[in-house]
C-alpha cells in the first residue's frame, strides 16, 4: 500500500486549510465559524480531524454547530462560548491561567477563552463577576490572582478592572474590552481605550471580545516556560573583538 502523500495544503475551492501550522506554530488551524455555511465548516472539519485528529470552531451558533456534528458526531459544542471541537489535546502545558470576569454580561467572551485554553491543554481556574464596582468581592480571591502564571481579565464599561489587578500582581496579564455597556461605552470602544491607556505596567490589550486570542497569547506565555532558555541564535551573539 502506497503511503498517501504529505500535503500542506488542503484546497477545498473555498478554502484552503494550512495543515502545516501545527508545525510552524504547535496547533492545528482554527475555524472562525461567523459567515460560513455550515457545510463548509463540515468539509474544513473534516479535513482537519483527518490530518490533526482535533479540530476547534469558534463562534458558532447552535443551529450549525448542530448540523456540523451530523457529520462529526463526536464534537463538543459550548452554547456560552460558542465554540465546538473534537479532540483532545496531545500535552498539557505548565502553569495556570486565570480567566477573571468582571460582570456576568462578560460571560461569553470569558468562556470563550476558557474554553479555548482548555482545548489548547491549559490548566484554567475562573473568577467571575468580580467588578470594580464592588472592590471587596475582588480583594477577597486576591490569593487566587497571585498563584496564576497569566491572567486573562476581561470587563466592558470603562474596562478598570485589568488595570486594578495589574496593580496586584506581578504575573502577566492580557486584557479583554468586551462590548458590554450603555451607550456611551460605545460597543467596547470605551473599554478598549481606557485599557490602552491604563497607567499600569505589565498589561497587554486585546480586540473587543475577543476572548480567543487573549486565550491563545496566554498559552503562547506558558509554552516558553515547558520549551525553557533557547540557546541564543549566532545573529545575536557579540562581536569578536581584534
Excluded at 500535503?7 to 478554502?15: N, Q, T, V, Y
Excluded at 448542530?66 to 462560548?81: I, K, M, T
Excluded at 467572551?109 to 468581592?137: H, P
Excluded at 490572582?145 to 486594578?164: F, K, N
Amino acid at each position: 500500500m502506497t503511503e498517501r502523500p504529505h500535503r500542506p495544503i488542503s484546497d477545498l475551492g473555498f478554502a484552503r486549510v494550512d495543515h502545516d501550522r501545527e508545525n510552524r506554530n504547535g496547533v492545528p488551524e482554527v475555524v472562525f465559524g461567523e459567515g460560513k455555511q455550515a457545510d463548509q465548516i463540515s468539509a474544513i472539519v473534516g479535513r482537519l480531524i483527518d490530518r490533526h485528529q482535533r479540530a476547534l470552531v469558534t463562534r458558532l451558533d447552535a443551529e450549525r454547530a448542530e448540523r456540523v456534528l451530523q457529520d462529526h458526531p463526536h464534537g463538543h459544542y459550548d452554547p456560552a462560548s460558542r465554540l465546538l471541537c473534537w479532540g483532545n489535546p496531545p500535552k498539557r502545558l505548565p502553569g495556570t491561567v486565570a480567566v477573571i470576569c468582571a460582570g456576568t454580561s462578560d460571560l461569553p467572551v470569558a468562556e470563550e477563552a476558557a474554553g479555548t485554553l482548555e482545548w489548547l491543554g491549559v490548566n484554567v481556574a475562573r473568577l467571575n463577576d468580580v467588578g470594580v464596582a464592588g472592590l471587596d468581592r475582588l480583594l477577597a480571591h486576591r490569593e487566587a490572582l497571585t498563584r496564576a502564571d497569566v491572567l486573562i481579565v476581561i470587563a466592558g464599561m470603562e474596562g478598570a478592572l485589568p488595570s486594578v489587578i495589574t496593580g496586584l500582581v506581578r504575573n502577566p496579564v492580557i486584557a479583554v474590552p468586551t462590548s458590554v455597556g450603555y451607550g456611551a461605552s460605545l460597543q467596547g470602544v470605551t473599554a478598549l481605550l481606557g485599557m490602552l491607556s491604563a497607567c499600569a505596567t505589565g498589561m497587554s490589550v486585546v480586540n473587543i471580545d475577543n476572548g480567543f486570542g487573549a486565550a491563545w497569547q496566554a498559552a503562547n506565555i506558558l509554552s516558553l516556560l515547558e520549551r525553557g532558555p533557547d540557546p541564543r541564535p549566532a545573529c545575536f551573539e557579540e562581536p569578536r573583538r581584534s
